[in-house]
């Protein structure tokens, strides 16, 4: 009976080292950024400048307000994402995209204006982009695209939404979205930058 009790005591002792040696399961404490689609106006081909400055092309200023979005990619553990590669492209101040899907805009295309750029996340998981302020258009409230190229993830597909724009209300996107998932998507510009968090589902 003492062997057999003292048995069962090892047991326990060892089941409960293996408890605290095994890997806790990541805790998913962040909500997800909600993902949109992708729209009809992504680049077929990059332009010459692959940048993440959008507001200049071959030394030619954008029209436009000048707009700075920084942020960070992270897990929903919130982790850090390195090494992702983020895109962000938009119509240009006359709400006319550099794509040739948009020829039928009533708007001018900017020569100074890159439309769609490209950066890599830093070891925190930090990006920024040199834009202008996005403007409305076709139904539209003022938006960014986003895709996200994190290594051994699936794509990406998000957008960025301005707070107290009075065009996101008639917005047939946004709308779909619970008041929640809007907020996760709606930024404030303060002093020229936008802050935009992209945690990956």
């Not at 048995?7 to 993902?35: E, F, N, W, Y």
């Not at 436009?64 to 929903?76: S, W």
């Not at 070891?123 to 996005?134: D, H, K, L, N, V």
Request: hydrophobic share 40%; with cysteine; glycine share 10%.
């Amino acid at each position: 009976m003492v062997g057999a009790h003292m048995g069962q005591k090892i047991l326990s002792s060892l089941c409960m080292a293996l408890v605290l040696l095994a890997p806790a399961a990541p805790s998913l404490a962040l909500d997800p950024t909600p993902a949109q689609v992708r729209g009809p106006f992504h680049p077929y081909a990059a332009p010459v400048e692959r940048d993440s400055d959008l507001a200049q092309v071959a030394g030619r200023s954008a029209q436009g307000m000048p707009l700075e979005v920084r942020g960070r990619v992270a897990t929903r553990a919130g982790e850090a994402v390195a090494g992702a590669r983020v895109e962000l492209w938009q119509a240009n101040a006359h709400g006319r995209y550099h794509h040739p899907k948009d020829d039928d805009s009533s708007g001018p295309l900017d020569p100074g204006f890159q439309g769609w750029g490209e950066t890599r996340t830093g070891a925190q998981g930090e990006y920024s982009f040199r834009t202008i302020m996005p403007v409305a258009y076709g139904g539209r409230t003022p938006h960014l695209h986003f895709i996200v190229h994190a290594p051994g993830r699936p794509e990406f597909v998000t957008q960025l939404y301005l707070a107290g724009n009075a065009a996101n209300a008639g917005d047939f996107l946004y709308a779909r979205l619970s008041a929640a998932e809007r907020a996760r998507i709606t930024v404030a510009v303060e002093g020229g930058v936008a802050r935009f968090d992209i945690v990956l589902p």
